[in-house]
């Protein structure tokens, strides 16, 4: 059995993660899941949340927006919208974004079609804050 896994995190821009890790922990459309090595071939998809990697003892987490994971022969690629490292979250900005989401909520009748955006919004920033919250921590 191997003991690490290659980790590859995507965006539409750009490669975020290149690395060989311990194990990574996501948010799937049915809950959190764990991977550690040696992990059964799976695809399924990402909703908008946390992911974190451990690699030699250090832990990293990223607020994901949806996407796709997928492992197979200890080689994991993680295909998102946007990967945000915690240390690289502008705190206040997404302070503002989560204000203007739930003034925005409080508006709109759920039927609206707009109330949906409003409500991914607001699950991002809330995501982008906690995750920074990780940071500030460490």
Do not use: C
Not at 4 to 30: C, F, H, N, Q, R
Not at 42 to 61: P, Q
Request: no cysteine.
């Amino acid at each position: 059995m191997a003991e690490k896994m290659k980790l590859e995190i995507v965006t539409p821009y750009s490669k975020v993660v290149d690395m060989e890790v311990d194990e990574v922990t996501a948010t799937g459309k049915l809950g959190e899941f764990g991977v550690l090595p040696g992990h059964a071939p799976f695809l399924t998809s990402l909703r908008i949340g946390e992911l974190s990697y451990k690699n030699n003892g250090a832990s990293t987490s990223m607020a994901l927006n949806w996407g796709y994971f997928e492992i197979k022969d200890d080689k994991i690629v993680v295909l998102v919208e946007t990967a945000e490292r915690s240390d690289e979250i502008d705190v206040e900005r997404a302070k503002a974004a989560l204000g203007r989401a739930e003034d925005k909520l409080k508006q709109l009748p759920p039927e609206d079609k707009q109330f949906r955006v409003y409500e991914a919004a607001l699950e991002r920033a809330l995501i982008r804050v906690q995750v920074a919250g990780k940071a500030a921590r460490k």
